[in-house]
């Protein structure tokens, strides 16, 4: 059976949630892990800093594995990326289970890290490379609530065997983890190649033939599948002309403004990581017990944590392409700094004899971890999959993806020791960087919302490129042609054509200053000609109203 329509699409985007699935277990699944006794016994009673580099070791893995991608994911294509790298942690998983020792575990813990790495930078591209611009965001952001729930996973598996007197305790949960990487890599032989990878390999056929399934009864005629052929086509031979391959050239500035782009994108995710998330995920059983609680009361609290952390997960899905990127980074990010600074003072009285502060901290937790699932958990991984052009789009999502996990493993690394010696500090330091953060976004990030890829790859590029693509790429707009007729939401959402108008931050870099909007129509020639013109309902694919 070939999937097609809304069932390739909904096919596409269990997919990918079942890796951000696996990866929210993986980031759960250690805080259990380390306050088990007999972990700690077989591990031979490491001190805090070893217990850090346990936890935060992971993350080279996965800053090794995300980077590996640049290359890999553009020779192999995304879908067998994702493959290699659910058996890479499939073996990781292996040899976590069957550890004996500390150095059998952190060499576990980096092998199983370089496959998670692997996923998470490709499972954005490939769902992005998917979506259609109007949804892209939901879709993404579904894969992160997705996230939430392989954390909550975690935390309940433990907190159900912590009552379990045996190694079974620690190593059922480390087992766990294979079941989401052999669903993952079994789905990954199912579902079909990236049509932007696949066009820009020379597979011009399979392209279009992957367009037909996502949006008609396979109908490669169709005017909606000619017009985002065309414009995925000339978006590529756009990119070609000027040369942008390397990855040199993502550290140019260059016509295509790479350097920037890729700032952008490593600079979300260090401002995700960087927010505190991981200082309380990886270590919420210990935040709980520095507070006062039992370890049962503090693994209990920390699987209502997960629900909590869930449903804020759950409302990006329906406010993304509503408010936009830019609106949720700023609410965002305000209020964590707001409720770290509650979790803080809390702490502080705790430390300071008045055991009332208790739930406090609880509090300022849950609401921590519900904003943050609200608007950064998915944002990080959003925004630098839509950012780069097709070319330097697995290069570009290798960088910033990197970035997070070499974010994640200082993280990491440092929260024992903050916790050991900073103690409330700790909070406070997170909810004054969260604080900082809000500069960056209001100058230098632009919102995406609404914009195909193509669209996206025009935005930041110089006004020489953007005039080349009014007269050679007019492929370049179609699909919004399509939709702007065709959909009352895209349309409300796209009032004016997108690629020539200044993306709405505060400050761009001086070739970003605004040009004289297109007015010439299409050639007769090219699918958004026909869509405009000859386009009849009776035509219709099946993923339209």
Same mark, same amino acid.
């Given at each position: 059976m070939v999937l097609k329509g809304n069932a390739l699409f909904r096919a596409?985007?269990?997919?990918?949630?079942?890796?951000?699935?696996?990866?929210?277990?993986?980031?759960?699944?250690?805080?259990? !892990?380390? #306050?088990?006794? +007999?972990?700690?016994?077989?591990? @031979? $009673?490491?001190?805090?800093?070893? !217990?850090?580099a346990i936890v935060a070791l992971y993350e080279i893995g996965c800053m090794a594995g995300a980077l590996s991608t640049g290359k890999i994911g553009d020779m192999l294509g995304r879908r067998k990326t994702i493959r290699y790298g659910c058996l890479i942690l499939i073996i990781g998983a292996i040899l976590q289970t069957a550890s004996v020792n500390v150095g059998m575990m952190i060499a576990a813990r980096i092998i199983t890290g370089v496959g998670n790495g692997m996923n998470?930078?490709?499972?954005?591209?490939?769902?992005?490379?998917? *979506?259609?611009?109007k949804s892209r965001g939901a879709h993404v952001a579904f894969e992160a609530c997705l996230l939430a729930v392989g954390v909550a996973i975690a935390y309940w598996i433990e907190f159900g065997l912590y009552f379990v007197d045996s190694p079974v305790a620690w190593r059922f949960p480390l087992a766990f983890q294979m079941v989401f990487a052999i669903i993952l890599g079994i789905a990954s032989f199912i579902l079909p190649e990236t049509p932007r990878w696949l066009q820009a390999h020379g597979y011009e056929e399979e392209s279009k033939v992957v367009l037909a399934r996502l949006w008609t009864d396979e109908d490669t005629t169709h005017p909606r599948c000619i017009a985002e052929w065309e414009e995925i086509r000339d978006g590529i031979e756009l990119e070609r002309r000027t040369g942008i391959s390397s990855y040199k050239e993502l550290f140019t500035k260059g016509k295509f403004n790479n350097r920037y782009r890729v700032l952008l994108g490593m600079g979300g995710q260090l401002?995700?990581?960087?927010?505190?998330?991981?200082?309380?995920? /990886? /270590?919420?059983? +210990?935040?709980?017990?520095?507070?006062?609680?039992?370890? *049962?009361?503090?693994?209990?609290?920390?699987? !209502?944590d997960a629900i909590v952390y869930t449903i804020g997960a759950?409302?990006?899905?329906?406010?993304?392409?509503?408010?936009?990127?830019? &609106?949720?980074?700023?609410? @965002?990010?305000? =209020?964590?700094?707001?409720?770290?600074?509650?979790?803080?003072?809390?702490?502080?009285?705790?430390?300071? %004899?008045?055991?009332?502060?208790?739930?406090? !901290?609880?509090?300022?937790?849950?609401? /921590?971890?519900?904003? =943050? %699932? #609200?608007?950064?958990?998915?944002?990080?991984?959003?925004?630098?999959?839509?950012?780069?052009?097709?070319?330097?789009?697995?290069?570009?999502? *290798?960088?910033?993806?990197?970035?997070?996990?070499?974010g994640n493993f200082v993280v990491a690394e440092i929260t024992p020791v903050l916790f050991q010696y900073a103690k409330f500090w700790t909070f406070i330091m997170f909810a004054i960087l969260n604080a900082l953060f809000l500069i960056p976004i209001y100058l230098w990030y632009p919102e995406t919302m609404g914009k195909s890829l193509e669209e996206i790859e025009v935005l930041f590029a110089t006004e020489e490129v953007q005039e080349d693509a009014r007269s050679t790429a007019t492929g370049i707009g179609g699909t919004s042609l399509y939709d702007s007729k065709h959909d009352a939401e895209s349309l409300a959402q796209r009032p004016r054509s997108?690629?020539?108008?200044?993306?709405?931050?505060?400050?761009?870099?001086?070739?970003? *200053?605004?040009?004289?909007?297109?007015?010439?129509?299409?050639? +007769?020639?090219? #699918?958004? #000609?026909?869509? &405009?013109?000859? $386009?009849?309902?009776?035509?219709?694919?099946?993923? =339209?109203?």
């Open positions: 596409s985007t269990a997919l990918a949630g079942c890796g951000f699935l696996l990866f929210g277990y993986d980031q759960g699944v250690m805080s259990g !892990v380390i #306050a088990t006794e +007999d972990f700690k016994r077989t591990m @031979g $009673y490491p001190n805090s800093a070893l !217990v850090g998470t930078a490709t499972i954005p591209v490939y769902q992005a490379e998917l *979506s259609p611009p401002i995700q990581q960087f927010g505190g998330i991981n200082a309380i995920s /990886y /270590y919420l059983t +210990d935040v709980f017990m520095n507070a006062g609680f039992t370890q *049962s009361m503090a693994m209990m609290m920390a699987g !209502v759950i409302t990006p899905i329906y406010t993304i392409e509503r408010w936009g990127r830019r &609106k949720l980074m700023y609410l @965002g990010l305000f =209020f964590q700094m707001v409720t770290l600074l509650l979790v803080g003072i809390c702490q502080w009285g705790v430390e300071n %004899g008045h055991p009332n502060a208790s739930p406090g !901290v609880i509090v300022g937790v849950f609401l /921590y971890n519900f904003v =943050f %699932g #609200a608007a950064w958990l998915g944002l990080a991984w959003l925004y630098p999959s839509e950012i780069f052009s097709t070319g330097m789009r697995a290069k570009g999502n *290798s960088m910033s993806t990197g970035a997070n996990w070499l997108h690629y020539s108008q200044r993306p709405d931050s505060r400050r761009m870099p001086s070739n970003f *200053s605004g040009v004289t909007p297109h007015t010439e129509k299409p050639r +007769d020639d090219t #699918a958004a #000609a026909e869509i &405009k013109q000859n $386009y009849t309902e009776e035509k219709k694919g099946p993923n =339209f109203k």
